[in-house]
């Protein structure tokens, strides 16, 4: 890590990268997937950008080394959204407000119909899905009452899919310019590796960031400032949560029980809260690595119920004894205490 | 957090227990107990759990005012009637409790005392005292006399969010054993998030603390897969102090028959909970609560806001315990049902065939036939009636889809061969039917969520308006009523003030969101 980054907490002096600060980097970065799913559970003695910090680890290993993004299956995913919202969405009954749980369609959320292409403002519909592609076409003011058959259409086809993406969504790829961050990224991973520049242009969806609510995420991750040579990034900007064309992380909050956008399969996730540990079994989230983050300011409720919810994983998981005692040596103050369950 | 790192390699933590020994008002708390053992055991549990609130009181609360235990229970008002009901042991008992309790009026309480006296030492020093909202009047009157001149406001802490909201300070008093369940409990959260740098307690000898209230939940959560022994979550330094009264010891012998445990909260409680369902406990002022289950959605007004949206107003009852604060109202709607109209089920095609050959079958014979193709369900021969009842807001069939399969599969032959259903795809015409079912639930339960939908925003609307006037009345800080007569809604609103809010109840289903006493509501506590 480059010790001339520096960071600033609730707008207190710039000081250089705090202890516990370092630690919660570190167990992201330091993060080994493995073939059977893993579960950290780290406490802090107070409300802090913890679980900010180890999605930022985890992000700048991601960074480094080849090439990582959502665009091998991102075609299958604009396939797949596709052909869901013509089966089902177009077909339900219920037209006013979507309700998947009622319906039991086995979606949890309106599927998307609108695309866009990077380099372009028009917006899309979708018009149908068959073996050649994606048939979408454009419906300007001037021809919105012509029939449909006699608009401008296109075709997503696997070899042109990165140029579209849905609308209201990040694209997949962007060109390469100065504003990606990469001094940053760079000054935070170990001075052996550099960041893929490549990377840095692509929407990733392997790490998942679980937050309680948008609002309380926002405020936690905006907590923090890096400087570096007179510029000043805010965590939450880092982690491409806020104020970004690209996203790298997959953001989730458990107010709204989903993924504010669609894309691939997450890796490991992080978990802000307690609360936000409800979505957990959330058919994205079900199968990948977890990192907790437990406030100890949370209520005894909130404890209990989590105390209740690891219990019910006793069959199946056990503790890592090498890894808990690691953490544990490595712990900054009191306060912070980790537990480390694998597959058993 | 990194304040919090700072602080904490600067000062250490202390912990200092002052141990309170009294030999007289330890014969009164056995005496009691005994009493309210007799009481329970001739089924008068309302005099017993009342003489057990009485009893939490004095415990909890550094009050000189000991005869507060057998206050507002007509039983002690007369000893005719107490001997005439009880027996002569148990108003020897009550006098024995009374003879001390006058020794203890003589000299004074200990706990009072030295409650007193630490205050007077700390008084030039950042403390706060930790208690219960209904307990607050004894400390006020307690500081009114130690301290006359100081401002007592900002010195309370009565939950989380007051916790939450306080700046770092130096002393945090607490009068009664640290634990987060029973008769004054404290949140954990004030052991393992500590602000304060000395950790006061004043405890009667026998009150036991939760040990698990000083270890981090997260090596508890280890203990469930056998990880070794958790250690304390900080290095306290402890100290404790055992001091005892100077009040004669009482010359009787009782102890031998009455129960040894000290710690009344145990005793008391011990296999005495009368319920299954987990719920929370809302307490008004008025010595009332009100019981939720976890997860259910309830009304509240917040003076503190300024805009109002549905998330403010409705929210779910275990996450009152992190957002109440003493402007907290909650709302009892007692409101005409808007009308959005009914939801009916259209077109069925399905339905109406099976429906129409149900109708027309003797409902002996196919309950009969039915039970032999195992479907084994309670008073099938009303329950078939029933079903071929015409539809009105959803289709009336079984509620399983197995179950309704075995009802087809009984009605098979009049089906084939009325609608000409072939032998291959009656499995598939059985699938059909089922999802036409499912979807006249879906869309009932659509419709009802649309209207308690429609009933917040209009009742956010209302509220809105009105706001002004509400706050006025909230600033009184009584329960009041609000007539509402807009076009939407209907009907009256009372505002009860939320004076705590403690979870870890168990309710059997027909008391919760009933307004019941405190006393009773003790019985629930788990």
Redesign the interface.
């Known amino acids: 890590m480059n010790l001339n980054i520096q960071v600033s907490e609730l707008e207190n002096p710039w000081e250089k990268f705090p202890s516990w600060a370092k630690f919660f980097f570190d167990v992201g970065y330091q993060w080994k997937p493995s073939d059977t799913n893993q579960i950290a559970i780290i406490s802090v003695p107070q409300k802090c950008a913890a679980s900010g910090f180890v999605a930022l680890g985890l992000l700048s290993k991601e960074l480094e080394g080849h090439l990582k993004s959502d665009q091998s299956s991102h075609f299958e995913h604009l396939y797949n959204e596709s052909i869901d919202f013509l089966e089902l969405c177009a077909k339900c009954i219920i037209k006013s407000k979507c309700d998947p749980s009622s319906q039991r369609c086995g979606r949890t959320e309106k599927a998307k119909e609108k695309f866009k292409k990077v380099d372009s403002n028009r917006v899309y519909d979708l018009l149908s899905v068959n073996t050649e592609g994606i048939k979408v076409c454009y419906k300007s003011k001037a021809t919105k009452n012509k029939p449909i058959d006699s608009l401008p259409s296109e075709i997503i086809m696997p070899i042109n899919a990165h140029k579209w993406h849905f609308y209201l969504e990040p694209p997949i790829k962007i060109q390469k310019s100065k504003n990606l961050n990469e001094k940053f990224y760079n000054s935070l991973v170990s001075s052996t590796e550099r960041i893929n520049l490549d990377n840095l242009c692509q929407s990733n969806s392997s790490i998942a960031y679980v937050g309680t609510n948008k609002k309380m995420t926002s405020i936690l991750l905006n907590s923090i400032f890096f400087r570096l040579n007179d510029e000043e990034k805010s965590l939450a900007e880092l982690l491409t949560i806020e104020n970004t064309q690209i996203k790298r992380v997959l953001s989730f909050y458990s107010s709204t029980s989903k993924a504010e956008r669609t894309g691939g399969r997450p890796k490991v996730a992080v978990f802000e809260s307690i609360s936000a540990f409800k979505l957990s079994v959330h058919k994205l989230l079900n199968f990948v690595d977890k990192i907790l983050i437990v406030d100890l300011q949370e209520s005894d409720t909130k404890i209990q119920e989590l105390h209740d919810q690891i219990s019910t994983l006793k069959q199946w998981y056990e503790v890592d004894n090498n890894k808990t005692g690691y953490l544990r040596k490595i712990t900054p103050c009191k306060g912070i205490s980790s537990l480390f369950l694998k597959e058993c | 957090?990194?304040?919090?790192?700072k602080a904490?390699?600067v000062q250490g933590l202390r912990y200092e227990c002052v141990e309170l020994e009294c030999e007289s008002f330890s014969l009164v708390r056995r005496v009691t107990r005994k009493l309210i053992t007799v009481l329970q055991e001739v089924e008068q549990p309302d005099i017993a759990d009342h003489l057990k609130i009485n009893l939490f009181k004095t415990l909890y609360t550094p009050t000189n005012n000991w005869d507060e235990i057998f206050e507002d229970i007509p039983l002690f008002d007369s000893e005719f009637r107490m001997k005439r009901t009880h027996g002569d042991e148990f108003l020897d008992l009550y006098h024995h409790a009374r003879d001390e309790l006058d020794a203890v009026k003589q000299y004074g309480s200990i706990l009072y005392s030295e409650f007193c006296k630490y205050i007077n030492e700390i008084c030039n020093f950042d403390f706060r005292i930790f208690c219960h909202r209904r307990e607050r009047d004894c400390y006020e009157e307690l500081l009114a006399e130690v301290i006359p001149y100081a401002d007592t406001e900002r010195l309370f802490l009565h939950n989380?969010t007051d916790y939450?909201n306080s700046a770092p300070f130096d002393i945090l008093i607490r009068v009664g054993s640290i634990r987060?369940f029973g008769w004054s409990a404290i949140?954990?959260?004030l052991i393992?998030?500590p602000k304060y740098k000395l950790l006061k307690q004043f405890v009667w000898k026998g009150g036991l603390n939760d040990e698990g209230a000083f270890v981090?939940?997260?090596?508890?959560?280890?203990s469930?897969?056998?990880?070794e022994p958790a250690l304390p979550?900080?290095?306290w330094y402890t100290k404790i102090t055992n001091v005892t009264s100077s009040i004669p010891p009482p010359e009787i012998e009782l102890s031998t028959e009455l129960p040894e445990l000290e710690d009344e909260l145990i005793a008391l409680n011990r296999g005495n909970i009368k319920g299954s369902i987990p719920a929370?406990s809302l307490e008004f002022d008025c010595h009332r609560a009100v019981l939720f289950r976890l997860g259910a959605e309830i009304h509240i007004w917040n003076s503190r806001e300024i805009i109002f949206s549905k998330s403010l107003i409705k929210i779910k009852a275990?996450e009152l315990?992190?957002e109440i604060n003493e402007n907290c109202y909650f709302i009892v709607t007692d409101m005409k049902n808007v009308d959005v109209g009914d939801v009916n089920v259209e077109i069925s095609p399905f339905a109406d065939k099976w429906q129409q050959v149900l109708s027309m079958k003797d409902t002996y014979a196919l309950a009969k036939r039915l039970k032999s193709l195992n479907l084994n369900l309670k008073n099938l021969e009303d329950r078939l009636w029933g079903w071929s009842l015409p539809n009105d807001s959803v289709i009336h069939a079984p509620q399983r889809k197995e179950h309704f399969f075995i009802l087809l599969n009984g009605l098979k032959n009049e089906l084939s061969s009325r609608f000409s259903i072939a032998e291959l795809e009656f499995t598939k015409w059985c699938k059909l039917a089922w999802s036409e079912i499912?979807?006249s639930?879906?869309?009932a339960?659509?419709h009802g969520?649309?209207k308690k939908e429609i009933f917040d925003e209009s009742l956010i609307s209302v509220l809105s308006s009105r706001k002004d006037e509400i706050n006025d009345k909230c600033a009184l800080g009584q329960m009041f009523r609000l007539r509402i007569t807009s076009q939407e809604i209907k009907g009256i609103l009372s505002f009860y003030p939320i004076i705590a809010t403690e979870?870890?109840f168990l309710v059997p289903e027909n008391k919760l969101e009933e307004f019941m006493p405190l006393h009773v509501r003790e019985n629930m506590r788990l």
């Open positions: 957090m990194t304040e919090f790192i904490q390699k989380l939450r987060s949140p954990n959260m393992r998030t981090n939940p997260v090596d508890l959560i280890g469930i897969f056998s990880l979550l900080y290095d929370i275990e315990e992190n499912s979807r639930r879906g869309r339960n659509l969520k649309v979870s870890n």
